[in-house]
């Protein structure tokens, strides 16, 4: 085995665990972060929902004025 085989094997034998450590610190890391960014994207989704309800609320208000003014109008 020449010194550059052994010092290849060497850098394996230390990187494997070192990914792995590295694999497994990514894991929970996703597993803790992915709630978070599906609560996020729930509560803007609920947010615009929201916002689209008061805008259609107000369209309906000022289609009501319309129709009050068309009325009184004529």
Known sequence: MSTAEAVLGLIALISLPAVAVLAA?????LWL?????VLAVLYLLVRILR???????????LERRL???????Q
């Open 25 to 29: 610190a990514a894991s929970w890391v």
């Open 33 to 37: 972060v992915l709630p978070v960014v």
């Open 51 to 61: 916002t689209l309800r008061e805008l259609q609320e107000s369209v309906n208000q």
């Open 67 to 73: 129709d009050r003014f068309d009325r009184d109008e």
